[in-house]
Each structure stands twice: as structure tokens, then as C-alpha cells.
């Protein structure tokens, strides 16, 4: 079964920039897109990234989304970080027409 | 603007069954492809299955851990979802979310919903 990994949990200053991996088990993670979900404490999630690195309308161009084939991975850098960045983030593709997702990736941000 | 709103969670005893509902609005419900997605407490997000729109087919998928107890329909007249959710288990607790993807413009974006909590509990 395909599965998405994703690192535990990461941390920065504000201000600065951070990067969260989402490495794909096998096949090619470029063969679907990828989505990015932001869940803060207590809130449902939502998306800050569509189709491998589009933002939806409301979602600063701080936020960007990418594909690295040569490692089969997806990532999501924050720029400029702010305190309201902390949240926890997913990554999504698909299987077989089925939605996998990673275990999700704490940031903090202090 | 897209909104899911489910209801009907709560409290049930293991071996038993719940029926939680998602009300839609704000697209073309009937057109729409629409999933549940779980978190237990403190985990991540697990799919939990899909059922397509009427004109592809209005055929369902299921996780693997929840095929053969789990049925998700749908009713276009009323704009609304269902998870009916059969022989439930300990470890079916959890938050259960109705997501939709839908167009903004040529690309589709997933939209969420607030989330209703199943308890399963003696």
C-alpha cells in the first residue's frame, strides 16, 4: 500500500523559514497531486495547498508547495514565519482513487 | 461559499451502530464527489471512504478498516451526506469530517467541514 511520510514534528523563530517533507513509499509522487492541510488546536482542518503548489484565495504567498521526483517527495515551505503558522500540517495524494494521507507534522513555532 | 456541517454524533456501545449526516451548501451537491475523513484523539487524518456523484456512477470506496460495517449514502433532494456506521469498535472514536472537493475555477480544492465526534464506549 502507498503511504506518505512525514517528519514528526519541526520548529523555528518567527521570521524565519522552515520546510516539511513528504516522502511518497514507492511509484512516482508526481504520478497525482499533492494537498496540503493546516489543522490548528481545536479547529478542523483546511487547505493551504492544492495540486502540488497552488494556494487557495486567503492563503499568504508565504506558503508554498513543491515536488522533488528525484526523491519522490513533496514539500511545504513556510516563509516569514508567524506564531499563527503553529498548526499541525498533512500532506494528501492518492491510491488507486483512494486518499492517502501522512501522519502529519508538528510545527512549532517559539 | 461551500459549507458542511455534520450532526449526529455522540455516545454508542461497542457492537452498536450511529448514523452521522453532513449538510451541504453553497455548490452543486449533486455533482459533487464527497468523502469522510476520521481523526481519532490526538491522531492524524484517516480517510475513511467516498461515494461519487450520481452522473460517474454514484459508486463507494471504503478504507479498509471500515468496509463491510461502514456505508456511506447520499440524498441529492436534500442536499445531504450519510455515514451509517455498523459493529462499531473502540477504536472507530473519533472525529468524523465530510470533505468535498470542489471547483474554483479549472482546479479543484478540498473544503471541510467542523467535524462531529463518535464515541464508542461501554
Known amino acids: 500500500n502507498f503511504m506518505l511520510t512525514q517528519p514528526h514534528s519541526v520548529s523555528e523563530s518567527p521570521g524565519k523559514t522552515v520546510t516539511i517533507s513528504c516522502t511518497g513509499s514507492?511509484?512516482?509522487?508526481?504520478?497525482?497531486?499533492v494537498q496540503w492541510y493546516q489543522q490548528r488546536p481545536g479547529s478542523a482542518p483546511t487547505t493551504v495547498i492544492y495540486?502540488?503548489?497552488?494556494?487557495p484565495s486567503g492563503v499568504p504567498d508565504r506558503f508554498s508547495g513543491s515536488i522533488d521526483s528525484s526523491s519522490n517527495s513533496a514539500s511545504l515551505t513556510i516563509s516569514g514565519l508567524k506564531t499563527e503558522d503553529e498548526a499541525d500540517y498533512y500532506c494528501?495524494?492518492?491510491?488507486?482513487?483512494?486518499?492517502?494521507f501522512g501522519g502529519g507534522t508538528k510545527l512549532t513555532v517559539l | 461559499e461551500v459549507q458542511l456541517v455534520e450532526s449526529g454524533g455522540g455516545l454508542v456501545k461497542p457492537g452498536g451502530s450511529l448514523r452521522v449526516s453532513c449538510a451541504a451548501s453553497?455548490?452543486?451537491?449533486?455533482?459533487?464527489?464527497m468523502n469522510w475523513v476520521r481523526q481519532a484523539p490526538g491522531k492524524g487524518l484517516e480517510w475513511v471512504g467516498r461515494?461519487?456523484?450520481?452522473?460517474?456512477?454514484?459508486?463507494?470506496d471504503y478504507a479498509a478498516p471500515v468496509k463491510g460495517r461502514f456505508t456511506i449514502s447520499r440524498d441529492d433532494s436534500k442536499n445531504t451526506l450519510y455515514l451509517q456506521m455498523n459493529s462499531l469498535k473502540n477504536e472507530d472514536t473519533a472525529v468524523y469530517y465530510c470533505?468535498?472537493?470542489?471547483?474554483?475555477?479549472?482546479?479543484?480544492?478540498?473544503?471541510w467541514g467542523q467535524g462531529t465526534l463518535v464515541t464508542v464506549s461501554s
Open positions: 470533505v468535498t472537493p470542489w471547483w474554483v475555477g479549472a482546479s479543484l480544492i478540498d473544503y
Open positions: 453553497g455548490f452543486t451537491f449533486s455533482n459533487a464527489w
Open positions: 461515494i461519487k456523484s450520481k452522473t460517474d456512477g454514484g459508486t463507494t
Open positions: 514507492s511509484g512516482s509522487i508526481a504520478s497525482n497531486y
Open positions: 495540486e502540488d503548489n497552488q494556494r
Open positions: 494528501q495524494s492518492y491510491d488507486s482513487n483512494n486518499q492517502v
